[in-house]
């Protein structure tokens, strides 16, 4: 497990640092559904007292990322479907609308900014650098938000995604996956450049929906 205990601020509650860290492992796929959290070990890497890891890792718990089992253990949670269904609903409402809003307000420089997201995206996914696909993935949706006038809808997006975000970190290395979200994100952009709304929110949906299903494919093999 990657805990690094210089990157602790010891001026800071250690609770809140160690529940990003412990999170963002489970979340980018380094702690992977069914991966055991053991908290003397945690508590030991970091150089802590256990006492901000339980209240770290029962925070986590509440969140459904982590299962206490009692006589049996502390797991990482699977990759629920009800889970990563929820976060699609969530964001298929908020970036069709996001879509739909920012193909009347493009700019030659949004365009710009969007065809150098692809273009990097690109690169990333041919050198298998994974995690920066993931982030310019990302940046392209919230690129589109800012442009649409309402900034806020990605950052609504962003809190609600994680469970699906675990899906993607396990499914892009699978063959085809990036490249598949490169000519899907291709597709958002060509409607964005003809103003075409309904066409940017129709193109921002299919999208959506082959994250779900190819996270929920992974998902299933991981259940199975």
């Known amino acids: 497990m990657d805990l690094d205990p210089s990157t602790l601020n010891r001026a800071l509650p250690l609770r809140d640092q160690i529940y990003q860290k412990i999170r963002n492992l489970i979340v980018v796929g380094k702690l992977k559904p069914g991966d055991p959290i053991n908290e003397v070990a945690i508590a030991e890497a970091l150089g802590v007292s256990r006492t901000p890891v339980r ?76 995690a920066t696909a993931i982030q ?12 649409s006038g309402y900034p806020g809808i990605w950052r609504a997006v962003d809190i609600s995604k994680a469970q699906m975000d675990r899906g993607r970190y396990l499914a892009i290395p699978e063959p085809g996956y990036g490249e598949q979200t490169i000519t899907q994100h291709e597709a958002i952009l060509e409607a964005l450049r003809r103003r075409d709304s309904e066409g940017a929110a129709a193109a921002m949906e299919h999208h959506l929906e082959t994250s779900l299903s190819n996270t929920v494919e992974v998902a299933g093999e991981l259940d199975g």
Do not use: C, W
């Not at 925070?59 to 929820?86: H, M, N």
């Not at 996001?98 to 692809?118: F, G, P, Q, V, W």
């Not at 310019?136 to 442009?147: G, K, Q, S, V, Y």
């Open 55 to 130: 209240e770290a890792v029962k925070r986590i718990s509440d969140e459904g990322f982590i299962k206490v089992l009692a006589q049996t253990g502390t797991y990482v949670a699977p990759i629920g479907r009800d889970d990563l269904e929820e976060a699609y609903v969530i964001r298929r409402a908020l970036e069709m609308e996001s879509a739909r809003r920012a193909a009347a307000k493009m700019t030659d420089a949004a365009i710009e900014a969007l065809e150098d997201n692809i273009a990097a995206h690109r690169l990333a996914i041919a050198r298998a650098r994974y």
């Open 136 to 147: 310019l993935d990302d940046a392209f949706h919230r690129t589109i938000a800012e442009t």
